[in-house]
């Protein structure tokens, strides 16, 4: 019987799972992500899990990853350097579209050529710019090459690639290979971002490969695309972009696994961020405009996600303005206290019983550091090398560590750095004060909680009268959040326009009134007419509240918090292959391929042949990621205009889906 193994590296565990025959669940397990090597965690929870179910390593017939790696790489501004060739366009575009935020210092070449809308040569191709270029630039790890409409003309871009690969050696990425869209800027965009990304998911999937190896498991390792879809590990080394947004994707394709369920709202917490997305007709929504991760908006296909900064590890902020005082959460990331604590519990408990020994609460309560090992640390300025030495090898106190208000400063360039991390009140500690989640240290949640309490709101009272009433006060404003977040992506879902942007209708008071079923003058009712599936492991503590606030049925499933890793290996192998036909002239209709256009005499025969060169890519890409029993789906998209009584053809767009699942090891 096949046995495949799902693995999913978040911002806070690695989760593993083992699945027979597509069925049913062998074991979970989870362990420690570790940011600074994920093959050690990927090693960790894939070796937790096959003890778990008592599995030989050499049963494994296919493996399969989806990962943040992408995704936080472009959020964090990191990645390998590249060099950026940009055919025909004008250079204003590196200013006005964002890219020469995106190169951030990386050398880039505005040179002659591209084509028009027609695939026609608009000027040639300055091989000689491009040869002196190279002069100077050739000792770049990648390279990415976009020119204009090549689209509809691929000839500069392929062009200028294979001389830049005989001139290094090194990768190329082809903006008109990653998306059909027009848009060069966009197209160079996410062209040059896959550059960026290809050393770092290379040696992400080298090292994978080989601690898999290590535990004895000679199978197939398949990564999940933003859309949801299964790509080899090959292709995945060739088009990294296409893997942001893979761990969200990944937990849409595992609700629907474990549920079934055609229609709903699926919303994963994780540790730093919630991720909830619309299912429709038992498929996840993907975002027309392209994926947009951190500030940037790509051509990747990907699911429609809205990504919300709140999860069980986020930062607790006290709201000192105010009378009333109060909560709220996130967006940044913190080690919860608790967790810290089973690390280095002596030096954490000493330092809370010394905090509550005091007479006043402190500006650093509860709040500790620890530098990250095997982290590059070279080129900071002198007082970010003096505060990362006096952080230490171990957990210490913020509060011994910063001196002065400059120390706050560089505190953040070393987080920002990757550098340190910090540790203190997180959503995690009050679900362990209230006997919600257990694992970690209670004691150290109820110490830090308590010492949060006792800070004072604007009317000079205590924020809460002990570590359960504060406890009770952060996990209802998690629920309330998670209402937002709900509220939100179903807003954003509907065919209605309301005049007002989703979050904004979500936070109106007529809404929140609403939600509280206000009955005067006035009776107002709102909630969500769809069910909700909540994951992650926190979910059970959470969405049973944010349910009943919203009046739907929650869906907790059974194994809820490794969905990401479920979703993983449950997935099926998806290539779409897209192109255009277009009439440059009167009677005459020109296909626009991978190896430049041609003309037909009538648009039946233009779309035909587009559509069966497309089918073959399609099918060959499908093969090439290893799926069997593929099927092939096609669709037209016609574009005509009425004139004198006649129609005239304009252009169609033609999409080739080719689908199947993975193969397994024999």
């Not at 209670?442 to 010492?451: D, F, I």
Request: hydrophobic residues 45%; proline residues 5%; negative net charge.
């Amino acid at each position: 019987m096949a046995l495949a193994l799902g693995v999913d590296t978040g911002g806070t565990y690695t989760d593993a799972v083992l699945i027979r025959d597509e069925t049913r669940v062998v074991a979970t397990a989870k362990a420690l992500t570790t940011r600074h090597d994920l093959a050690q965690g990927i090693g960790t929870a894939v070796a937790r899990v096959l003890a778990q179910g008592n599995i030989d390593p050499g049963a494994v017939a296919l493996a399969a990853l989806s990962t943040t790696l992408a995704t936080n790489a472009l959020v964090e501004g990191q990645g390998g350097r590249a060099g950026l060739v940009y055919v025909g366009l004008p250079e204003s575009d590196l200013a006005t579209h964002g890219l020469g935020t995106a190169l951030a210092g990386d050398p880039a070449l505005v040179m002659a050529g591209g084509h028009d809308h027609s695939g026609t040569a608009t000027a040639p191709l300055d091989t000689a710019a491009l040869h002196r270029w190279l002069a100077d630039n050739g000792d770049l790890p990648a390279y990415a090459v976009a020119a204009r409409f090549a689209t509809r003309n691929p000839a500069h871009e392929l062009e200028a690639a294979a001389m830049i690969r005989a001139a290094t050696g090194r990768p190329v990425s082809c903006s008109h290979q990653l998306s059909a869209r027009l848009g060069g800027p966009k197209r160079a965009l996410t062209a040059f971002l896959n550059a960026r990304l290809i050393g770092m998911i290379d040696a992400l999937i080298s090292r994978a490969g080989d601690t898999l190896a290590g535990l004895g498991i000679d199978a197939p390792l398949m990564v999940v695309r933003g859309d949801g879809a299964l790509i080899s590990a090959a292709q995945a080394r060739e088009r990294p972009i296409e893997t942001i947004l893979s761990g969200p994707a990944a937990s849409i394709v595992g609700a629907r696994w474990m549920t079934g369920i055609e229609t709903a709202l699926v919303s994963d917490i994780g540790g730093t961020t919630t991720d909830t997305a619309l299912l429709s007709g038992g498929r996840p929504a993907i975002d027309p405009e392209g994926a947009r991760v951190g500030p940037w908006r790509t051509m990747v296909e990907a699911v429609a996600m809205r990504t919300t900064g709140l999860g069980g590890d986020s930062e607790v902020h006290v709201a000192e303005s105010g009378l009333a005082g109060g909560v709220s959460l996130g967006p940044r990331r913190l080690i919860p206290v608790s967790l810290v604590a089973t690390e280095a519990p002596d030096a954490v408990h000493a330092a809370l019983d010394e905090q509550m020994r005091a007479v006043a609460p402190g500006e650093q309560d509860a709040r500790f550091v620890r530098a990250v090992s095997g982290v590059d640390s070279g080129g900071l300025v002198a007082r970010d090398a003096a505060l990362l030495a006096r952080i230490g090898a171990e957990v210490a106190p913020l509060a011994r560590v910063l001196r002065s208000r400059v120390d706050h400063r560089s505190l953040d360039r070393l987080i920002a750095r990757g550098l340190v991390q910090v540790a203190g009140v997180t959503p995690s500690d009050a679900a362990h004060v209230l006997e919600l989640q257990t694992g970690w240290d209670t004691g150290a949640a109820q110490k830090a909680l308590g010492l949060m309490a006792r800070k004072r709101t604007g009317a000079g009272r205590p924020l809460a009268a002990d570590a359960p009433a504060l406890a009770r006060m952060v996990v209802d404003r998690l629920t309330h959040q998670t209402v937002l977040a709900l509220l939100e992506t179903a807003l954003a879902g509907e065919d209605t326009d309301f005049g007002l942007p989703p979050d904004h209708l979500a936070r109106h008071v007529l809404m929140q009134k609403g939600l509280d079923g206000h009955s005067g003058l006035v009776r107002l009712a709102a909630g969500l007419a769809l069910p909700v599936v909540g994951l992650g492991a926190s979910a059970p503590c959470y969405y049973p509240a944010a349910g009943r606030r919203l009046g739907c049925e929650m869906i907790l499933p059974e194994h809820a918090g490794v969905a990401n890793a479920i979703g993983a290996v449950v997935g099926r192998v998806t290539i779409r292959r897209s192109g255009t036909v277009t009439s440059p002239a009167e009677g005459r209709y020109r296909v626009h391929l991978a190896s430049g256009p041609q003309d037909f005499p009538s648009p039946e025969e233009a779309m035909r042949v587009l559509e069966e060169a497309l089918t073959r890519e399609a099918r060959a890409g499908a093969e090439a990621g290893g799926a069997q029993d593929i099927h092939i789906s096609a669709s037209r998209d016609t574009r005509a205009a009425r004139t004198e009584a006649r129609e005239v053809f304009l252009e169609a767009e033609i999409t080739v889906e080719a689908s199947g699942r993975p193969g397994i090891a024999a």
